[in-house]
């Protein structure tokens, strides 16, 4: 494919790169040819400067899919396709079939001749001729596309610049931390956040550092690296997170309205984007776990009958995966999309580190989604709200995607946070393959020892999958564990306080008879030896339960009664929830909500605006606000602790509800 931008100073990369080794494999079954260059390669590596520490072997054919899983610090290949036109056909299947073990690695072909197709070409980074021999230059070219795929163009322009210690007159006020190192009130939290987060927190005055809402240097640069690690199209960077990130491509495809096939249980960004961009949602009904009152998937049956009974709607919403870590099988569901003219957006917020190892792949963008959006902060090693928009849509618009993220990305970004995208992507794409092997390990280590305690119970993809999905071969994200506390007499938030106040711990999630955690990049072994340890503990302490709660389920969906947009907009009134119980009940039912109503957890809507209410969801939102353990609600309108429903006045929109009639836009009585 060749290299399009300047080249990494390798005099910098080498002050800068200690102890690197990258070993690059030379595939040839011509065992005389491989020797030779082995050898002369080796010795060209010592002659030259050599900042990554290329070290040059020979494999065969049959060997190098087990090098490629067995070895972390392979980095690149170079395929031998033999003399005869045969061996290119070769070459072209083995590359394919390493490029789904480890997507990253640099692949260059020797030949000979220039009889070389268009899609054998586009395989490989760069091509060398058998008889020309080289070898300075060979080497200089492998060289040059790690250096390339190692590089942080933002990060160390960035870097560069704050060490040029220029004097800051712009904003921000601090001024490099001026305004807080020497103060007598504040200056300990400038000693506490440290020197450099200040420092590099600057204006968009300074140039040399682009912008992020019209890049065309460094940014760019970068962003372009993240597409070519993640198998995108084209990158955006956010800084405001992957709700913002959902709402853009929502804006993308349905900005002035439409219709919107979503999963009730998605994010709530998304319902956000509904309301402002005055889409027409079908809404999909999320399967839950009885046991265990986790909301996964929706069914692929049901997708495909909401893609089937409404061909005017324009983009499909899934989440994969989820929270808990189950993942459709995508492709058969996005090309099912595809073949009715619906477009696909897969919020892949907790997968960003899918594509970096064979057991999670594959991903969206290798489906064929148009739009995916993850939070590169979740698993990977960027800053709270660093993501990252990847598109491939093949009726992209660039110029109008990019006026739709202006609309919504700060003109002030956190510069900070810009480079820990750069920063993240380049561990993924040098090193993703190798932390992911130690976090798997790490997953097995864990699942044993919770399931070794007799008490506690680390939960399978079987047991994760209600029955409902068990032939839509959904899979599991080994890297978040569910752990089943049943059996320990503690309910989910009893065992949260414990971990965290006796061994200091924190979880990422419970419910009222599990906790989560994740395995991420930054999990250690001793971490994982104290995560252990107080299962250990714990399971000594086990009591026995008085009374065992059953999961609460969502209310049914009633019906939409016009767009989420009128509700939301319209003329309202509050009324009372608890009000005597049935007093708020004989209020409440059939009025229309005004608002989203969200418990945390498990954060899926029980009313979108537009919906009507009824007795059920009044009385389980009752019950969610009673007892000690009361939950927490988004959406709901306290007035001196008394909460609220802000529904639509009688005279509101219900004449503006969408041409078709409500039932059109439900699916599954959701």
Same mark, same amino acid.
């Given at each position: ?23 690059? =494999? ?87 001749? &220039? ?11 760069? @091509? ?42 712009? #904003? ?7 305004? @807080? ?8 939290? +400038? ?47 956010? #800084? ?75 983009? @499909?919403?899934?989440?994969? &995966? ?46 064929? =989604?148009? +739009? ?13 709200? =660093? ?23 700060? #003109? ?26 130690? &976090? ?49 007499? +503690? ?20 419910? +009222? ?32 339960? @008085? ?22 907009? =319209? ?59 009361? #939950? ?39």
């Amino acid at each position: 494919m060749g290299l399009d931008l300047k080249m990494p100073d390798l005099g910098n990369l080498s002050e800068r790169v200690q102890s690197l080794t990258c070993r690059v =494999a030379l595939i040839s079954d011509d065992r005389e040819l491989a020797d030779n260059w082995v050898g002369a390669l080796n010795t060209t590596a010592a002659q030259h400067e050599n900042p990554f520490g290329l070290s040059f072997e020979t494999v065969t054919t049959d060997t190098v899919e087990r090098l490629a899983l067995d070895e972390d610090e392979l980095q690149a290949l170079i395929v031998d396709a033999g003399s005869d036109a045969g061996g290119l056909a070769a070459a072209e299947a083995l590359v394919d079939r390493l490029h789904a073990l480890r997507g990253q690695l640099n692949v260059f072909l020797v030949a000979q001749g &220039c009889d070389i197709s268009v899609s054998v070409r586009q395989r490989f980074d760069e @091509l060398f001729d058998r008889r020309e021999c080289n070898f300075n230059q060979m080497f200089r070219l492998v060289q040059a596309f790690i250096a390339r795929r190692a590089s942080t163009p933002f990060a160390d322009t960035l870097k560069e610049y704050v060490f040029s210690a220029r004097d800051a007159w712009h #904003t921000p006020g601090h001024s490099g931390g001026d305004s @807080l190192r020497n103060s007598p009130w504040v200056g300990d939290f +400038y000693r506490f956040m440290g020197e450099h987060v200040f420092n590099t927190d600057l204006s968009v005055s300074v140039q040399v550092l682009d912008s992020l809402l019209e890049p065309h240097s460094v940014i760019q640069e970068a962003q372009d690296l993240a597409a070519q690690t993640f198998g995108a199209e084209h990158t955006f960077f956010l #800084t405001n997170g992957t709700s913002t990130a959902n709402k853009v491509v929502i804006q993308q495809i349905l900005g002035g309205g439409g219709k919107i096939i979503v999963d009730q249980a998605c994010h709530k960004s998304v319902h956000h984007a509904i309301v402002l961009n005055r889409c027409e949602p079908v809404y999909l009904k999320s399967v839950l776990h009885p046991e265990f009152g986790i909301y996964g998937p929706v069914k692929r049956a049901d997708i495909e009958q909401a893609l089937d009974e409404h061909g005017d709607a324009r983009l @499909l919403v899934i989440t994969s &995966c989820t929270y808990d870590g189950l993942r459709y099988d995508l492709k058969p569901i996005i090309d099912y999309a595809h073949e009715r003219g619906v477009k696909v957006l897969v919020d892949e917020a907790w997968y960003a580190h899918g594509y970096f190892h064979p057991q999670l792949r594959p991903t969206a963008l290798e489906c064929g =989604a148009d +739009y995916v959006t993850q939070s590169t902060h979740k698993m990977l090693s960027a800053f709270s709200q =660093a993501s990252m928009i990847h598109v491939q849509d093949p009726d992209f618009d660039d110029h109008r995607f990019r006026e739709n993220l202006n609309m919504h990305a700060s #003109t002030s970004p956190q510069y900070a946070m810009i480079a820990s995208l750069d920063v993240a992507r380049k561990q993924v794409a040098m090193e993703g393959y190798a932390r992911l092997n130690q &976090c798997l390990k790490m997953v097995e280590t864990l699942r044993k020892a919770v399931d070794d305690t007799g008490v506690f119970r680390a939960l399978t993809r079987d047991d994760l999958i209600a029955e409902p999905l068990a032939d839509d071969n959904i899979r599991l994200d080994p890297t978040k564990v569910t752990i089943d506390i049943s059996a320990s007499g +503690y309910s989910g938030g009893e065992m949260q306080i414990k971990l965290f106040e006796q061994y200091g711990i924190q979880v990422e999630k419970t419910t +009222y008879n599990t906790v989560s955690v994740l395995v991420t990049l930054g999990s250690t072994e001793s971490k994982l030896l104290r995560l252990i340890h107080a299962f250990k503990q714990l399971a000594r302490s086990a009591r026995k339960r @008085l009374h065992v709660p059953s999961p609460r389920r969502l209310p049914e969906f009633t019906r939409l009664t016009c767009l989420p947009a009128d509700a939301y907009f =319209a003329e309202t009134e509050e009324l009372p929830l608890m009000d005597n119980g049935t007093l708020a009940e004989k209020n409440l039912i059939g009025r229309i909500s005004a608002d989203e109503i969200v418990p945390y957890p498990p954060g899926i809507p029980v009313l979108v605006p537009g919906q009507e209410i009824s007795a059920q969801i009044v009385q389980y939102l009752q019950q969610l606000l009673q007892g000690q353990n009361a #939950t927490e609600i988004h959406g709901l309108i306290f007035r001196s602790d008394e909460p609220l429903l802000r529904v639509v006045r009688e005279n509101g929109p219900s004449s503006s509800a969408p041409k078709k009639s409500p039932k059109a836009s439900r699916k599954n009585g959701s």
